[in-house]
Structures are given as C-alpha cells and as structure tokens.
C-alpha cells in the first residue's frame, strides 16, 4: 500500500512537472507569435521602412528648367546636360588618397572634403554628394581613372546662348537651380518642373548594387518671350555707346509695341553675363533692373502729361499765348528760372517745343492741383504697371494731402513725382495708341497656352492724343530733340527731359542730370514707343537731347527695319521745320531744382542707397582685375540670397534660418540690398536691406 502510494504521488509530481513544463512553452509560444504578429503585422511598415533604409538611398533626380525663347524662337536660357557626382565612403581604402585625388580633379578644397568624407565615414553614410553639375572637361577627367567607389548621375546645368543679352530679362539661378531674378524667378515655379527620383541598392557593407527609377523627372514649362533678340542686342549695343560717350553712370532702353504693350527690347547699363557668378569686383548696379525697380525724377518728360490734362480740362489750345516773361517766375519762397532767357508769350505748343520750365507752371496753374494728380495718376504714376519682372517699384506721387504751397509748380515741369522707364513706356503708348494705358507684357506663350492680356482702359480722349502727337512732333521737327531724334525715312516724335540728381548725402540738387527722350514713330501710324535714359550725365553735353536723342535715333532706326515698317518721308529729307521765333537751343530742357524743398526720391528708402552708389566716381571695368584660375559657371560656396520683394517677416525669417545676419531699413517690401544677390557671402558679413512701401 505505502508502495502503491509512492508511486502514484511519484507519478503525481511528474504530470506536475510536465503540465508546468508545456505551460511555459505554451507561454514562449504565444510571446513568439505575439512578437511575430507584432513584427510582420503591426509595425510591418516600420521595420520595412527600416529595412529599406539599411539598404537603399532615395536619390533625387532634379527635373531640367523649361526653356525660354525669344518671340522669333531663338533661345535665351537652356538646361543641357551635366553630370553630379557622388561617393560611397564605405568603400574608400584611404580617404588621404581620396580626397587627394578628388580635389584635384574637380578643384575642391581637400581639407573640407577629407573632413565630408571622415563624417559620412564614422556615420556608416554609403553616400555622399562631392560636385553637382559637372563641366564636360571634369566628368571626363574623372571618369578616365576608373574609381569603384564613384557614381555619375545625370543632371542638367542652366546655359544662356546670348551671354550678357537681355541678362536683365531673363534673370539667372542659384546653384541649386533655383531662379534668382528676372523672369527666371517670377516664373521659377512653372520653370522648374517636377523632380523625378530614384533608388540605390546597397549590401550590407553599403556597396552600391543596382538602381531602380521610381519617377522620371518632367522638364518645366516653355516660356517664351516678347522680346526680339535681335532688337534687344541693338538696344544693349548703342545704350552702352551712349553711355559711354557721356561718360555716365548708367542707363535704360526699352522698345515697346504701344498697342499690345508687349516689350520688344529692355536694355540696361551696366550689365551683366548670367552665365558666371558675381565676383567682388563686378559693378554693384549691374544686377540691377534699373528701368523697372529703380525711379528717377522724370523732369521735362512729364510736360506731356501737364499738357494732356490742361487739353482735357482747360481752354487751352495749342496756339494758346502762354506769357513765360523774361525768364524768372516769384513763387510763394522760390523763385523759378528759365534754364534758357526769356521766352516772353509763346503758344503752349512752343511751351513744350522749347520745354520752358515757366510755362508749364503756368499751364498747370490753370489745369489745377486736383486735376493734375488725377491725370498724373490715371496716366499710371506712382502705380505698378505690373510687368511681370521682380521688384517692380511704383515709383512716387505723393496724395494731394501732402502737396506743399509750390507742389504744383514743382510737378508741373516733373519734379517731386519720380517715375520708372516702364513706366514712361507705358505714358508714351498712351500718346501713340490713340489714349488707351496698355499693361507691359513680357511673356507671349507659356507652354503651348498664350499669356492672357489685360484689355487696355481709356485715359485720354482721341481728339487729345491726336493733339498731343502733333505737338511731339514740334519737338523733333522746331523744338529741343531737332538736331539728335529726327529719323531718316521717318517721321518721329517725341519729348526730351532734363532732370538734375539729387544726392541724398548733401540733400541737394547737384549738376548731374538724368537725360532722357521718350518717342514714337512712324507719327501718323506709330509702330514702335522708344524711351532711352541716361544715368548721371554732366555739363551741357549731358542734356536729354544730345545725351538720349541720338542713342533713340540708332535704336528706332534699327528695329523699324527689323519690322520692315515703310518709310513715310522720302530718305535723306526731313520733314522742313517751321519757323520759329523762340529759336531755342537744343540743350535748354532741365528742369532747373536748385532752389525748393527736399525731393521726393529722399521718401523712397530703397532708392537711397542707389543713389549714392550712382554718385560714386565711375570704374573702368578694364580696370578691375579678374579673378585668378578659371572661372566656374556656378557658384561653388554660398551666396547672398535675393531678398528683394519680400515682407520684413519673410526676410527675417530666411536670415535666420540660413544665419545671415542683416540690417534692415525702412518699411514695407524689400526694394534694394548690398551686396547684391548672387554675390559670394563671407562669413559674418552683414547684408544691407532697404524696405520701402
């Protein structure tokens, strides 16, 4: 019995023992499909994605920047294929070597790439980018030593054809690809396309095994433009001679279709080629969109719209006696001079034939505040013409609110108003097209969809504008642009503008001028609308006339050619002239500003700085010495952002994010900085940054 009960409490312990024994296993089993479940159903994606980051890289494959042509098909910026290189660190025996090699084949600085690879190497990184954008010579230097550890992906490089030719329009991009001015910025996001991408394989020791293509990269949208390449080459050419022969500063051209508003040709001095990056010795006012983002005083450009209005609102006719006196004019605290002798009583025609300051005073004393900062306004002062161009400035008219006691003097003869080139463009297609303000267009096609256009809107009355070009005409034919605007074949007209600089150091008027012509020509069917300006002339040499009068003969010659326009007046005779009492010289066109209140350009912040800048002594660039070794098309190491036409907020938050530091001047959007975008930034440098509404 005692037997028998051993043997069943023996037997006891062991089913004990067993039952413990399965129940642990049963418990390993169920964690093992807990975890499992866990692994391959829950965080199935998790440990995928980690897998898949193990043993691939997501390589971006930049998509190439649309096209941009000129109206005739020629092309203006190109994306061409390049080659980017890349690295596996994994695989490098010796990164001394390496980076030895490497730097002296592709001009890197081997002490910061020895310290790229040393990280991506202590960081298990199976990849790393060494140069984007490889010229034809490099990749083949490369790929001729046959390094194992060296990937090649294609990748495209931003060209533009005509070099330093509509530079200004066209704009340039960042390393990076990324539009920094011109139209390559306004339209940088349908230029820019979609990114394709793509994947490398890797083993375990993070060699490269195969690569699949996730997504093709799509080419951005085709633009093409307004302009005429030819025409604007002609332009860029005798702007920069009429430069030069006036020993100026700077200057603009613009050559516009008055009816459609569409710009043939926007030429500025001094330029620049997009193709290389800026250089420390480059002209700060290079980059610089003078005629769109840069006003100036227009002086006796705006008796046109003095004239205009005292048409629509006054008596005033063109044979209208105007007695202008012995040439002095007693205002309330100023008293104005006639930058010629006296004129003594003159028709309002011979007012503007021989641009006397003293009549138009008188003139616009008769048309009234209210109705003079209605035209000036409706004509489209002190508002963007809305070109699509970056940084666009409206310019100043000041509200009637803020005109003084000699306010209407002032702006009568274009003073305490400041305007673009554009703008003036745009003031004299009012004058060709029959009384209609056109809206600049810069962009024909975009894709195969054309760029829509805003209908013109009436601002002057037929019977007006048809006045106001025989009065023009005066100007060429008896007036103060006879001898320089007058075309052979042609008839032209026109109006010439003197307008002394004022520097904002002195705070006063100095005797440089701003000369400039604004014309149109054929007169009884106008074509073409040609404004030229020329920036700080001095003497008697650097009036409108002698100064912007010839380089518009030159380049409305030139494009009614292009256009193959018919002559209107047989070659080599122009039109006789009348006879004239006032028989005035050329050159007595300023807008005399010796004696006044401060200018309107010190209420634009922006301008400033620029206008300093144009009162520095003028460099011969054969002077500056070039940059030593050869010249990369992109710039390799950081470069100063573009800010212009960005919030204070926006800037602020950028420089910090990119730790810049910067000072900020004045209110509203970003209109100028220094050093110019694109310009190599030095560390700790501090960029200038003036807002203005």
């Known amino acids: 019995m005692e037997l028998w009960g051993r043997a069943l409490f023996g037997q006891s312990a062991a089913v004990n023992r067993l039952t413990v024994f399965a129940a642990v296993l049963l418990m390993c089993g169920v964690g093992i499909f807990a975890r499992l479940a866990s692994l391959q159903v829950a965080q199935h994606e998790k440990y995928a994605a980690l897998a898949r980051s193990q043993q691939e890289h997501k390589i971006d494959m930049p998509a190439p920047r649309g096209s941009i042509y ?3 098909g020629q092309p203006l910026a190109l994306s061409v294929s390049a080659d980017s290189v890349s690295v596996n660190p994994m695989q490098i025996a010796d990164l001394r070597v390496a980076t030895e090699m490497l730097g002296n084949l592709l001009h890197l600085d081997q002490q910061v790439l020895y310290s790229r690879l040393q990280w991506a190497r202590d960081n298990h990184r199976g990849f790393l980018w060494i140069r984007r954008r490889l010229n034809a010579f490099e990749t083949d230097r490369l790929k001729a030593v046959h390094l194992d550890y060296v990937q090649f992906h294609p990748d495209s490089v931003r060209r533009y054809p005509s070099n330093k030719t509509a530079s200004h329009i066209i704009g340039a991009v960042y390393k990076g690809e990324e539009g920094a001015a011109g139209v390559e910025r306004s339209f940088d996001q349908s230029l820019r396309g979609h990114a394709g991408s793509e994947r490398l394989v890797m083993d375990v020791k993070r060699r490269g095994i195969e690569a699949h293509v996730d997504a093709q990269p ?21 702007l920069e001679i009429g430069v030069k022969a006036k020993n100026a500063r700077s200057g603009t051209a613009i050559v516009m279709n ?8 926007l030429a500025n001095y001094p330029t620049y080629d997009p193709n290389k990056p800026p250089l420390p010795g480059d002209d700060p006012l290079s980059r610089f969109d003078l005629g769109v983002s840069v006003p100036f005083e227009p002086g006796s450009i705006f008796k046109v719209v003095t004239l205009s209005a005292a048409l629509e609102t006054t008596n005033l006719r063109p044979d209208s006696p105007i007695a202008t006196g012995g040439g002095t004019l007693v205002l309330p605290g100023r008293v104005i001079h006639e930058s010629h002798h006296g004129f003594g009583t003159i028709s309002m025609q011979q007012v503007l034939e021989v641009s006397s300051n003293i009549g138009a005073i008188l003139i616009g004393q008769q048309v009234g505040r209210q109705n003079m900062y209605e035209y000036a306004h409706r004509l489209g002062f002190g508002q963007k013409t809305g070109i699509p161009l970056p940084a666009e400035s409206a310019g100043v008219l000041r509200p009637l609110t803020r005109w003084g006691t000699t306010s209407l003097a002032s702006i009568s003869m274009g003073q305490e108003v400041s305007t673009t080139s554009v703008q003036l463009a745009r003031l004299c297609s009012v004058i060709a097209n029959g009384g209609m303000l056109v809206k600049p267009q810069l962009i024909l096609k975009r894709g195969n969809k054309l760029e829509p256009v805003e209908a013109p809107v009436r601002v002057l009355k037929p019977e007006t504008v048809m006045t106001m070009r025989m009065m023009m005409e005066g100007v060429v034919l008896r007036g103060t642009a006879k001898s320089t605007a007058r075309l052979d074949g042609y008839t ?11 520097d904002s150091q002195t705070h006063h008027y100095t005797h440089n001028y701003n000369a400039s012509f604004m014309g149109f020509t054929p007169v009884t069917n106008p074509r073409l609308v ?15 006339a002698s100064a912007a009068g010839p380089v518009f003969n030159k380049i409305a010659t030139e494009a009614l050619r292009m256009l193959d326009v018919p002559k209107d007046i047989p070659e080599n005779i122009a039109a006789a002239p009348k006879p004239s009492k006032t028989d005035i010289p050329a050159e007595a066109d300023v807008a005399i500003a010796d004696i006044g209140g401060s200018s309107v350009m010190e209420e634009d912040a922006s301008m400033k700085m620029l206008l300093a800048e144009q009162m520095k002594p003028i460099t ?19 470069t100063v952002p573009d800010f212009r036409g960005k919030s204070m907020r926006d800037v602020v938050e950028q420089a910090s994010a990119d730790g810049i530091h910067v000072t900020l001047e004045g209110s509203g959007v970003a209109r100028a900085q220094l050093p110019p975008p694109g310009s190599p930034l030095r560390r700790g440098e501090r960029i200038r940054i003036v807002f203005a509404r």
Not at 530 to 544: F, K, L, P, S, Y
């Open 70 to 72: 000129d109206r005739n």
């Open 492 to 502: 032209s007209a026109g109006k010439t503008g003197t307008a002394q600089i004022f």
């Open 258 to 265: 008055p009816y459609t508003g569409e710009i043939l040709a």
């Open 530 to 544: 040609v404004v030229v300006t020329i920036n700080r002339t001095a003497g008697d040499g650097g009036m409108g």
């Open 218 to 238: 799509q080419s951005g949208t085709e633009l093409i433009l307004t302009i005429d390449e030819r025409m604007q080459y002609v332009a860029e050419r005798e």
């Open 620 to 638: 011969d660039p054969d002077e500056i010495p070039a940059a030593p070794g050869p010249q990369p098309l992109i710039a390799s190491g950081p």
